[in-house]
């Protein structure tokens, strides 16, 4: 799942490169999320706190943020994107796995905002993620 979600937000970056310059200001960030599944089988709730420095580099150039992920496994079904942020659908195959995935990004500048949902069909039964992220800038890169 976290292959997944990585090409979710990938895709929403490299998406922006062809649009307007994004709505964030370069920094230091701090990037909080939080995983709730719905699934037959047990799946404790996912929380994750991580800080990047976003250069206006990596802003100007949202691709830079893609790295060496392999995009060929995604259907991107639906695209909107913004300066203050973006909308997208799409559907990922990986080892065997349909997921689909709807993704509402908004950017204000000095913070962010992000909502996922999934839905799959596992060997285990039908399984639905929900992903909150927020994202703060909280000072300069060293």
Same mark, same amino acid.
């Given at each position: 799942m976290k292959p997944i979600?990585?090409?979710a937000l990938a895709l929403g +970056?490299?998406?922006?490169?062809?649009a307007d310059r994004p709505n964030i200001e370069p920094g230091l960030w701090e990037y909080e999320t939080r995983m709730t599944v719905e699934a037959a089988f047990p799946f404790p709730e996912q929380t994750d706190t991580t800080t990047d420095c976003v250069t206006e580099e990596d802003v100007s150039k949202a691709d830079t943020f893609i790295g060496e992920l392999d995009m060929e496994e995604c259907d991107i079904t639906r695209q909107e994107m913004r300066v203050d942020g973006a909308n997208y659908e799409?559907?990922?195959?990986?080892? /065997? &796995?349909?997921v689909d995935m709807v993704m509402d990004m908004q950017f204000y500048g $000095?913070?962010?905002?992000? +909502? &996922?949902?999934? @839905?799959? @069909?596992?060997?285990? /039964?039908p399984m639905k993620s929900t992903i909150v992220m927020t994202g703060r800038r909280i /000072? $300069?890169?060293d």
């Open positions: 979600l990585t090409a +970056l490299v998406s922006l490169a062809h799409m559907s990922c195959t990986q080892e /065997g &796995i349909t $000095d913070r962010s905002e992000g +909502l &996922i949902t999934t @839905q799959a @069909q596992t060997p285990m /039964g /000072g $300069d890169c």
